[in-house]
């Protein structure tokens, strides 16, 4: 009998958070520490914000998923760690003892250009801002003219640019929604995908600011590093992102960008009772770009181990698959798609993102909540 804590519950425990009756039926126990009672899923995130999908639709009931099976679901926060005496630390002042763990606590977007207590700015991450900023396009739709600003030149201001401006469509707005890019735009992605994104966002009626980067976000402004200015009514934060810094303070090794430190088996070096997977983690055999593609490739070895380590079985090394499709979602059903050194762009892109998506969701949601 022993205690199992997974701390955070998103993409990469979704097969943890699923089987968490075969560990207790082994007599083992289980909680689960999450912010809220539901986990979005990203991919259809921008999706949402473009009105082609109900918060619902993308959404899992992670609280009663872990709960019917068992296990104890901790609404909260996990703000620290002691690994030598073996216990997380909640924001609530609970403590949770553990004999293993397994943390999927992601990443949260790099914001700091924006001003403290400034007002209409969503940052995309978590997902549910995207579904806040959505409500605000809608709320602000009558004004004569709306102008909505998305700071960041990723695939994430990619995404929701396109579907900003299909929201704010949708909403009956006047509006134009400018894309801040900085001195590089999808500087990650080929050429070819470069080119298509830009394109299809052009044709859109996406205007793109670039050549400075972004200095200050203030309420209703964008503050550029030469000192131009731009007034928007709402902002988006897409500005990459960034794990929390959790580990390193906790004395837990971490890597290069402060996400914990795995071995193979996806095991901490220096705790071998401790597992991650998704963004929050650095994979020491080689670098991983921080895409849900892993944290999903991620689910069944980190199961698999989190149960060996349990029954004190052997453990399964990770397989970091190669090259992965790339879709993205560009807003009113059209998307541009990447693979193998092809690309193209269309609804068809589209299409089997959505497909791809729609499946990831029936996999794990629950009948009940489908
Ligand atoms: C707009 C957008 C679109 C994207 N689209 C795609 C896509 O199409 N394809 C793709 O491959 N990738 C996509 N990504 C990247 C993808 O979102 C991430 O790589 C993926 O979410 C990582 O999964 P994860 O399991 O590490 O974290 P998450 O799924 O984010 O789960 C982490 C969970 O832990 C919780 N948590 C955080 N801190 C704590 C704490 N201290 N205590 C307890 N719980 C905590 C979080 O709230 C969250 O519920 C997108 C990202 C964004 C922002």
């Not at 022993?2 to 007599?27: C, E, S």
């Not at 004999?99 to 999927?104: E, G, K, L, R, T």
């Not at 959505?134 to 709320?139: A, D, K, M, T, V």
């Not at 299809?200 to 209703?220: A, M, P, Q, R, W």
Request: net charge negative; with cysteine; charged share 25%.
């Amino acid at each position: 009998m022993a205690k199992l804590a997974l701390v955070g519950a998103g993409h990469a425990h979704m097969t943890l958070m699923a089987n968490i009756k075969k560990f207790i039926d082994q007599g083992h126990s289980v909680d689960v520490i999450g912010p809220g009672e539901r986990h979005y899923y990203s991919g259809m995130g921008p999706g949402m914000l473009g009105g082609t999908y109900s918060p619902q639709d993308i959404s899992f009931p992670v609280q009663r998923m872990c709960e019917e099976q068992g296990a104890t679901f901790h609404v909260d926060s996990c703000v620290a760690i002691d690994p030598e005496k073996q216990y997380i630390k909640l924001k609530s002042g609970k403590e949770i003892p553990y004999d293993v763990a397994s943390f999927n606590t992601g990443s949260s977007i790099v914001n700091d250009p924006v001003e403290p207590d400034a007002k209409d700015i969503f940052t995309v991450k978590p997902i549910e801002k995207l579904l806040e900023g959505r409500n605000r396009i809608f709320e602000l739709a009558k004004q004569e003219t709306l102008q909505i600003g998305v700071v960041g030149g990723g695939p994430a201001g990619v995404e929701v640019a396109g579907n900003a401006l299909a929201a704010a469509e949708e909403a009956g707005a006047n509006a134009t929604v400018r894309l801040f890019h900085g001195k590089s735009f999808m500087k990650q992605a080929p050429e070819r995908v470069r080119t298509l994104s830009k394109n299809v966002l052009k044709k859109h009626g996406v205007e793109f600011i670039g050549g400075e980067y972004v200095d200050k976000i203030s309420t209703g402004q964008i503050t550029l590093k030469d000192g131009k200015t731009y007034d928007e009514d709402i902002i988006f934060v897409a500005m990459g992102v960034r794990p929390r810094p959790l580990f390193e303070p906790s004395g837990i090794p971490a890597g290069n960008d402060g996400g914990m430190l795995v071995n193979k088996y996806l095991q901490s070096p220096k705790y071998d009772n401790i597992f991650g997977g998704g963004d929050c983690i650095w994979y020491e055999p080689q670098p991983l770009d921080k895409v849900g593609v892993y944290a999903v490739r991620q689910n069944l070895v980190l199961y698999e181990n989190v149960m060996a380590r349990m029954s004190n079985e052997p453990l399964h090394e990770f397989n970091p698959g190669g090259d992965y499709l790339l879709i993205f979602n560009t807003g009113k059903n059209t998307g541009v798609l990447h693979k193998f050194g092809f690309s193209f762009n269309g609804r068809t892109a589209f299409a089997i993102k959505d497909y791809i998506d729609s499946k990831f969701i029936d996999v794990f949601k629950p009948e009940y909540d489908k």
